[in-house]
């Protein structure tokens, strides 16, 4: 099946998040892609090296990395990516990150604006380490564009390098950012408060991408948010109490809100395609994938729907919030290591915020079917 670039004018419709859990049917035939490069922003979820080492200085240590590169490459993660899969459907290799100078990369076929911990909302009004919102990615992109175009104009032959000027606007600029801006809120806010705040960061996301369009983007892929309330740390933190929590063990109270802002981002979509008649606006269910992912595991080769693979702390969550995967550290007068599983393709969740590179894989392939996304391809 080809997704048309450029004849079919995508709309959005309407769609409801409160559903109940089924299992995915198999997949069946998949999306050949037809773009001549790919432009990612977004956080964690889909950052190829950006915020580790090149943004802050910090590094990943092993056992991060540990499936696919065999050591750690700035992603969180065992392995790949959702990001890493959809570019390999391309034909394409994986996306190197904007801020990565090291290795002279190739950014001929895109570049990854997408940095760990990163908001919509600047940092100075959400709870975040990375300095690398949504704005300044868009900033950061633009100023990418401009270089690229003076150089290319200057008859530099860096064809091996760069993108060609027309990728810009024949490309494909993807989006998987949001998780932290709600699930942030809930350390400072109240559950109310928290939905409240979604239009604002929505109004933000929507400035940037009229920023984008502005510049010649016409292509547009969103991501919506996946289910909070899962998440291992989430469950750590808010779900102490098991009143609190839901059939699967997870949070109930983190699901209206990751419920809302999908609606709302939903909703956005419309709108902005019906301002922008020449552009596509492509909106993806991550949440439906995700939440069925977890419901139905043992469906698709998983052991463990919840519990993080890499941690510390064992059964039944493995992830203690005061060491990260791979670390150690003294706690309560002993030095211990966050460790990984030994078979990493029998979870979701790889440490306790990530899912590992079977998940991610399962996710991406998934979104290739083309029955999550609006429209549908």
Known sequence: MDLDTGATRHICRNKSYFQSYTPIEEAGETVVFKYPAVFNFGDSNSDTGGLIAAGIGDRLEPPNGQTYFLKPSGRFCDGRLIIDFLMDAMGQPSLNAY?????APSLSRGCNFAAAASTILPPTVTMTI???SFGV??????QFKARVLDLLSKGKK???YLPQKNYFEQGLYTFDIGQNDVNSAFYS??????????PTILLEFEAGIKRLYDQGARRFWIHNTGPLRCLVRNIAIFGKDPSK???LGCV???NRAADLFNLQLHTLCKKLQGQFLDANFTYVDIYSIKANLIANYSQYGFQQPIMACCGYGGAPLN???RISCGQTKTLNGSLVTAKGCNDSTKYVNWDGIHYTEAANQFVSTQILTGKYSDPPF
Not at 99 to 103: A, E, I, P, T, Y
Not at 137 to 142: E, H, S, Y
Not at 189 to 198: A, M
């Open 99 to 103: 801020l990565d100078s090291v290795g």
């Open 130 to 132: 990375s300095p690398f």
């Open 137 to 142: 990615q868009v900033t950061q992109f633009l």
């Open 158 to 160: 860096l064809n091996k």
């Open 189 to 198: 806010k109240t559950e109310d408060q928290v939905i409240d705040f979604i």
């Open 245 to 247: 929590l839901d059939e």
């Open 252 to 254: 109930s109270s983190l």
């Open 319 to 321: 992830y203690d919030s």
